[in-house]
């Protein structure tokens, strides 16, 4: 009879953690927090950075390159160290989307492959993920280039 | 100057799409998927003249996710064309992009070579 009570709890405990895996619903919900929170952090620092490097003087353009610039710069660096992927562990979408999570592809990719040489590994890789995202990216803005330039004239 | 909360929002708003995309499409959708499509499609709502209303709105919080660079690539091939036609829709995007195409090429290679692989 005991045991029998203690087979059927551990059935439900297995059934409740099938639950738990195979209904997504609550590990949404806490990803969508964590990825907006974290993510709109990430473009608050942009904002301020951006805010007081034209109070300083520079002109809006500049002032948004720099931003990136200085961006990239903290996101290699913190990559470097091993916190960037440590916090993208939990904020997912949050720490990706944002431009440092394009130089934190650059760096994690290039890193794995550090062992292939500094050249065509080091070198080649850096460009495994960010590759594919400068394609598209030129190719998709020139094509609208183009179209403006023939639809135009 | 646009206000923090409005980057804050804008930008949470614009990773938090990113994120449900992750959850609740296919599992084969990878982070590498993401920056892909996030460049595409602000380089497409750029062209269609919907992405610079989000940056007026938004700032930061429409410019530092990936999608803004998208828009700074279209931005600049439009500005291009409009200066030196044909030749502006090949040279536009890289130069309006240049600085912060460079800055992750450098510290990346940089940190790259400093550090070794975590974990």
Known sequence: MVDEKKLNEIEIQEYSSLVQRVNPKPQVFKHSVWAFVAGGLICVLGQIINNSLILQGMSNGDASASTAVILIFLAALLTGLGYYDELAKYAGAGTIVPITGFANAIVASALEFKREGYIFGVGARIFAVAGPTLVFGFAVSTLIGLIRVFVAS | ?119
Do not use: R, W
């Open chain 2, 1 to 119: 100057m646009v206000p923090l909360y409005m980057a804050f929002l804008v930008g949470g708003t614009l990773c938090l799409i990113g994120q449900l995309i992750m959850d609740l499409t296919k599992p084969e959708i990878t982070p590498g998927h993401i920056l892909v499509g996030y460049i595409s499609a602000g380089a497409i709502l750029s062209g269609l003249g919907l992405y610079k209303p989000l940056v007026e709105l938004g700032g930061a919080g429409a410019t530092v996710p990936l999608s803004g660079f998208g828009h700074l690539l279209t931005e600049g091939v439009i500005k291009g064309v409009g200066e030196k036609g044909l030749l502006g829709a090949f040279s536009g995007g890289l130069e309006a992009a240049a600085a912060g195409i460079a800055a992750a090429i450098i510290f990346g290679y940089i940190t790259a070579v400093l550090f070794n692989p975590k974990g």
